[in-house]
Structures are given as structure tokens and as C-alpha cells.
């Protein structure tokens, strides 16, 4: 789903206009990006936990060990609930 997606979904699901729940959305990502980057997580409460992870170093294409910034990673451990729905199989595929 893209950012516009969201905006348009979150406006339909809580009866406002797309600049407004764009500018929540701003916002939300905002206060993560800030409480992620000062403690290494962030609780987004009903939803889950965002975690910075490091990956390790890797082999490069040139048998050189690597560790570039693109290995910091975002990890989300969602709530129990969430897990829930999501793991369950799905049966719509033949």
C-alpha cells in the first residue's frame, strides 16, 4: 500500500479528508522516527513494537566483508492479537 493508499483509507475509515489524515500520518512517523532513533524502539500501542535492528556483515560481490548503513533494519513485533490473524492459514487458495 502506498503513502496515498493509507492517507485515503485512514480518511474513509475515520470520516476526514486525505490532508488531514496525511498530516496524522506525518505526524505518527514523526514521533516514531524521533522515540526509535533516542531509545531503539517505539510502542505503537494496539499495534506493535518498531525495533532497530543492525544485520550483520556480509560477503560483498567481491569476497569483501561489508557492513553498510542499509543494514540497520526496522523490525515490527506486532500484538498478539495481530499475530493471531495473520498466521492463520488461508484457505481461498486451491
Known sequence: MTKTGLQTALAE???TDRKSAGAF???LS???YKAIKKNGE???PG???LVKQKGK???GSAGVEVSLLSEIRLAVFGSER???SLS???TERS
Do not use: C, M
Request: glycine share 4%; aromatic share 8%.
Open 88 to 90: 492463520e492459514p488461508n
Open 57 to 59: 556483515a556480509r560477503t
Open 47 to 49: 499495534f506493535g513494537k
Open 13 to 15: 475509515a475515520v470520516q
Open 82 to 84: 495481530h499475530l493471531d
Open 25 to 27: 500520518l506525518d505526524a
Open 30 to 32: 514523526s514521533i516514531a
Open 42 to 44: 517505539y510502542v505503537l
